[in-house]
């Protein structure tokens, strides 16, 4: 069996297409200065070492710009095997303050897990072009499906956990979603006591408290949607279609219960959907057709 | 009967095909990320948080306010209130852990100190000691509990702890 990364399937203003927005993921998921001084709960790397000098002002802005530096070198695809550990470390290391404050945030970690994953996949075809020689394409090919992977992984967990913690009940439980969204409504406005759109949320809180059933099904839709990710894998046309249906997953969860997962969406565009590749071939199919209608 | 069922409906190639197409070696990163998450749970970037899935009859969320009883928006102490809520219950278990015989005889007490203990936490913040005039006197924490009742959520507001 043997893994799916060749044939070479992304065309090069794809792979730049995809350096660039994940890049950019990367850098913008990367806070530049974190307004805390300690790690009253360490979590993940600092439960290892103590990353309290990850708090210092000046320190995080040097960083910043190593980070700035290290994407700027994946994006050319120089030094990658120096650029993508840096990126990683400051990415992983920044975030694990953030995650050290007794609330465990799960936006960015998607970004990190993709990070993760293509500099594994970095070092891996490394380490396979020291017993044969692989071109820099097939490279970059591993690390982009080692990144698709890591995004199918992040839902496909997401969805066994759900059975997991639940041993399996959670769609009989859906059907008390109205007392999240009843939750996430006020959350939102305790934020900044902005009442903008609290008695919507709290209208459909109550609307979902009252019609279980319907809710259910609806909650059973994006279970089957996260347990069916890594089919996102299969192709293009299975990635453009599960890759739209987590998007759309996403929007109407962000619409009810204000929890927009950005960055998964984000990710989920650059690796999985690639509307970039969609629309060139649109294009193309498009000065095919007025050239046949032309033509005479 | 089974058997010629099982022959007839091809699932055995159906298996087969599905194994071939989600081999473990066809997808490294898939398998190895999702076994990973599982085992190390939450610790970053791993994690085995079920997004949306904490769907219980009950919840709570909680929101700070001033001396005077009025509400204060969480983003002036530098945090988000899911966030806020999020510290607060680690107190809280924190607090059960070490003492479950005072929960077991007041089922308020860790309530009271995770409230006690943020309350120290935001003391802490740099957002919260450069805010003028001072946001600190007579800060409370309030617990809202939710409950779904006959097709509806219903709340209640409790003060769980509160600075001089």
């Known amino acids: 069996m043997k893994e799916a990364t060749s044939p070479p399937t992304h065309p090069p203003y794809e792979r730049l297409f995809m350096r660039v927005s994940f890049a950019w993921v990367v850098l913008v998921s990367t806070p530049a200065a ?3 001084r300690s790690l009253p709960a360490p979590n993940g790397l600092a439960r290892l070492i103590d990353l309290t000098f990850l708090t210092d002002p000046q320190l995080l802005s040097v960083l910043h710009t190593v980070l700035l530096i290290a994407l700027g070198l ?6 990658c095997w120096l650029a993508l550990p840096v990126a990683l470390l400051i990415n992983v290391g920044i975030n694990t303050v953030i995650n050290s404050q007794g609330a465990i945030h799960h936006a960015m970690q998607i970004v990190s897990l993709a ?3 293509q500099t594994a996949a970095h070092f891996y075809g490394l380490w396979l ?6 071109s820099e394409v097939s490279l970059e090919e591993r690390e982009i499906s080692w990144a698709q992977q890591a995004v199918a992984a992040a839902y496909f967990v997401a969805g066994l956990t759900k059975l997991i913690a639940t041993h399996g009940a959670w769609i009989f439980r859906a059907r008390f979603m109205g007392v999240q969204i009843f939750k996430t409504a006020y959350q939102e406005y305790y934020n900044q006591l902005d009442p903008a759109g609290l008695d919507r949320q709290v209208a459909i809180a109550q609307f979902a408290a009252g019609h279980g059933p319907l809710i259910a099904l609806i909650a059973g839709l994006g279970l089957g949607l996260e347990l069916l990710a890594p089919v996102m894998l299969l192709g293009r046309k299975w990635g453009l279609l599960l890759g739209c249906a987590f998007v759309a997953f996403h929007l109407s969860i962000s619409s009810v219960m204000q929890l927009s997962f950005v960055f998964h969406q984000l990710l989920v565009l650059i690796f999985i959907v690639s509307p970039i590749y969609w629309i060139v071939q ?8 007025v050239r046949r209608v032309t033509s005479p | 009967m089974a058997a010629g069922l099982f022959h007839r409906l091809r699932l055995r190639e159906g298996l087969r095909h599905f194994w071939r197409l989600f081999h473990p070696r066809r997808w490294p990163a898939l398998f190895g990320l999702t076994v990973l998450c ?3 749970q939450e610790n970053y970037p791993f994690s085995d948080f079920p997004m949306y899935s904490s769907f219980a009859k009950n ?3 909680i929101y700070l306010a001033d001396g005077k009883g009025e509400a204060l928006g969480t983003n002036q102490f530098g945090l988000t209130t899911p966030g806020m809520k999020k510290i607060f219950e680690s107190k809280r278990r924190a607090a059960i852990r070490k003492d479950i015989t005072a929960q077991e005889q007041d089922p308020f007490w860790a309530d009271r100190a995770a409230g006690a203990a943020l309350l120290r936490y935001l003391e802490g913040l740099p957002a919260v000691q450069r805010q003028v005039p001072s946001l600190l006197p007579g800060l409370e924490v309030r617990r809202v509990n939710l409950l779904w009742k006959a097709g509806r959520v219903e709340a209640t507001t409790r003060i769980v702890a509160q600075r001089p």
């Open chain 1, 129 to 134: 072009g020291c017993r044969a020689p692989r």
């Open chain 1, 115 to 117: 990070l993760l994953a």
């Open chain 2, 38 to 40: 599982l085992l190390l």
């Open chain 1, 282 to 289: 649109l294009g193309k199919g498009g000065a095919h057709l």
């Open chain 1, 74 to 79: 994946y994006i050319v695809r120089i030094l």
């Open chain 1, 34 to 36: 974190v307004d805390v």
């Open chain 2, 59 to 61: 919840s709570y969320y």
